[in-house]
């Protein structure tokens, strides 16, 4: 990890937007991301009682999913028509494996889940972790294969090897680099973990 690169990232960053995430182009671009309104789905209808209802549950997940800007477009289109193919049954173990990686064994639902959507082609990193990052933002994180990929490069974080499919040990690695790397970080820095991404993003298109 080349530290002397993050800090002058940090610097340059905070020279662009002073306050960091409460600068107006830094809460602006949150509100774009409607980031307030899918964790509030999630505190609200993901709970551990909701999932008794797989049918309303499912349909949570795919409005989370197809309605995050997170994701992108193509993702998107694919997961709907997915979904509109589903049976019951998969629609259930699905959700049953959310519930597990919301609420219990979480490398067991992030598994099945993977299982589940690659039968469709659909087993795509932010897919995967966008309900895992509104459910916990402090905790948890969307992966994003090109920022990821160019953020392990440019940081010289050799121990992280990016994968192209959605792996548990590799989804667990990189979230804890991020937040171990967040914590080092100056104070306006040290926001959820979406918002530590993002600085990550400005600190590959911004590369000496």
């Known amino acids: 990890m080349n530290m002397e690169k993050f800090k002058r990232q940090q610097e340059l960053f905070l020279v662009h937007y002073p306050g960091g995430s409460e600068h107006p182009v830094m809460k602006q671009l949150t509100k774009k991301h409607h980031i307030e309104k899918f964790v509030k789905l999630c505190a609200t209808q993901l709970r551990l009682e909701d999932f008794e209802n797989y049918e309303e549950v499912f349909q949570v997940i795919v409005k989370i999913v197809t309605g995050s800007t997170l994701v992108s477009v193509f993702e998107k ?25 919301l609420h219990g064994n979480q490398q067991a639902g992030f598994e099945g889940i993977v299982e589940m959507l690659r039968r469709y082609g659909n087993a795509k990193w932010p897919i995967i972790t966008c309900v895992l990052y509104y459910s916990n933002p402090y905790g948890e994180l969307v992966v994003k ?23 548990y040990s590799f989804y667990t690695a990189y979230r804890d680099w991020v937040i171990a790397l967040r914590n080092q970080a100056e104070p306006e820095l040290m926001t959820d973990n979406g918002a530590f991404c993002g600085f990550l993003m400005f600190a590959v298109d911004h590369q000496e």
């Open 145 to 167: 294969p090109t920022t990821t990929k160019q953020a392990i490069a440019y940081f010289e974080a050799d121990d992280l090897k990016y994968v192209t499919k959605p792996d």
């Open 77 to 101: 289109t694919a997961l709907k028509k997915m979904a509109s193919a589903y049976s019951d049954e998969e629609k259930q173990i699905l959700v049953n494996h959310y519930k597990e990686l």
